[in-house]
């Protein structure tokens, strides 16, 4: 079954404004990845965050995870129209990395 | 200098043909992947080789056969190809830590098939 699920499913903000998107996950992990696509393009690697972190930090992104809760959030701040995308969290639980749905962001200049 | 590179980015083809997607890494990395993204964007592994050994192959129909000639390449081989294989199809590379480190992923292949 599929390890992480997103939400919202779509996000639509205006620039300037902050986007925060959750994952959730079933079983245990070493790790938790976000990544992002841009529309016809391959997956960028944002940000990991390991299951001892509670929260990282990269620029404009903040990551949390709560392994309690089995979620995590990444909150892109001060939200730019180049930040429209697709953002998949990504768990690696020792054997493969397994990806959300993915949330698409729009970015309203 | 492009790390992860496919080719074709774009596959047409008919039903019931054999074709084959490339793809190169330069990163130097052991691992690499291929991944499959539906319509609804999904992302799905479907075969991952470390030093050209065959480490995860998932639940995909045999028509699949991935071929690492060595660490820097992974070709996907489809026979008879079916209209559910269109897709866009993703290779991905990573550092020795399979899981753990960084996947870098090439720009895809959409393959349609009519």
């Known amino acids: 079954s599929q390890q992480g699920e997103e939400d919202p499913q779509a996000l639509s903000i205006q620039e300037g404004e902050n986007a925060t998107m959750n994952c959730s996950y079933k079983?245990?992990?070493?790790?938790l990845q976000w990544y992002r696509q841009n529309s016809g393009r391959g997956l960028v690697h944002l940000i990991l965050?390991?299951?001892?972190?509670r929260e990282k930090h990269s620029g404009r992104l903040r990551v949390t995870l709560d392994t309690s809760k089995k979620s995590s959030s990444l909150l892109i701040t001060a939200s730019r129209a180049a930040d429209t995308a697709s953002y998949f969290c990504a768990t690696d639980s020792g054997s493969r990395l397994t990806f959300g749905e993915g949330t698409q962001l729009t970015v309203n200049p | 200098d492009t790390a992860v590179s496919q080719t074709p980015k774009y596959l047409v083809t008919q039903m019931g043909n054999d074709k084959s997607i490339k793809c190169e890494q330069n990163l130097g990395h052991d691992t690499m992947y291929w991944y499959k993204q539906d319509s609804k964007k999904f992302l799905k592994i479907m075969f991952s080789y470390n030093n050209k050994e065959l480490i995860i192959n998932e639940t995909v129909p045999n028509r699949f056969s991935p071929k690492s000639p060595d660490k820097a390449h992974l070709n996907l081989h489809i026979n008879s190809l079916e209209l559910g294989d269109s897709a866009v199809y993703f290779c991905a590379s990573s550092g020795p830590n399979a899981w753990t480190d960084t996947q870098y992923f090439g720009p895809g292949t959409r393959l349609t098939v009519l």
């Open positions: 079983t245990s992990i070493n790790n």
């Open positions: 965050i390991r299951s001892n972190e």
